[in-house]
């Protein structure tokens, strides 16, 4: 693909692989998305980014803040997806999500998510929360980032929740240093990889030897990142990319998973048996 004419090149994969070790996480994802894909389309909405790409369609939430002004426009539309992928290092942080999304192009395509073990509960519940809500009982339980009517686990566990802009009881991000190690279960938001929290939130999981559990659309269902202490990946595939691309125009929320978005989770082989012995 060629970049617009008179505009400077993004730095893409090439110059990813050169960054520190620090970035392992991250070279390790967008390696996995291989050569040669063609983007086709790119939808930055008020809340959500859609990648559509020629291996599919990926999303992620919006991230906003971070380094500079989006400058992703117009080259998006003329980079492989490999690159496009490269954009989840940026401090950018919309440029960032819109990277996230184009891993999730590859990554979260029903055929790719279902090859790696896929889980969709066809009567009740989806939700990342809900879907092991008796394992929490009684537990010492984190949850990053406040999700909506997260303090309902609190009569049932020694619940957490540690959050950017805390209100309430939530506790300032910087105690994951001090509380995550502890947990049972440690809950965390997928744009962590989006704000680059991600990779110390799971060294800090993996000290203390609890359960790892990424929820929301921007999680990258990557078998990959059971090497890095995640036990399982609650994220969402597109179903249907039109509706799913409408609802973006559209400026919808949560309201998108009833158009063309599916929640969906991916589980490390033997997890659950290590922890329901």
Known sequence: MTMCEGVKRIPGWKELEQLPEQWEIYKRLVEGVPEGIAVKDVLVGNHWSIVEAESGCGMAMNVSGGRGTYGLYPNALHMELRDLAAQCVS?????????????????????????????????????????????????????????????????????????????????????????IPHQDFTFITGITLTNKTLPRLLQLSKQGGG??????????????LYEYGVDCMAGSVITDPERAKAAVMHAATSGIFKHGVQKMRVERPGWLDEIEK
């Open 91 to 179: 401090w950018n942080f919309l440029e960032a999500s819109v990277g996230v999304a184009a891993l999730n192009a590859w990554y979260s395509t029903p055929e790719h998510a279902a090859a790696a073990g896929m889980k969709i509960e066809e009567k009740g519940s989806n939700d990342g929360f809900e879907l092991y809500r008796r394992l929490c009982v009684g537990k010492k339980v984190t949850v990053v980032g406040h999700f909506p009517l997260i303090e309902r686990l609190a009569p049932e566990c020694d619940l957490t929740i540690l959050e950017r802009n805390p209100s309430g009881d939530d506790v300032p991000d910087p105690g994951c240093e001090y509380i």
């Open 211 to 224: 359960s790892c559990i990424l929820v929301g659309p921007s999680v990258i269902p990557a078998p990959v």
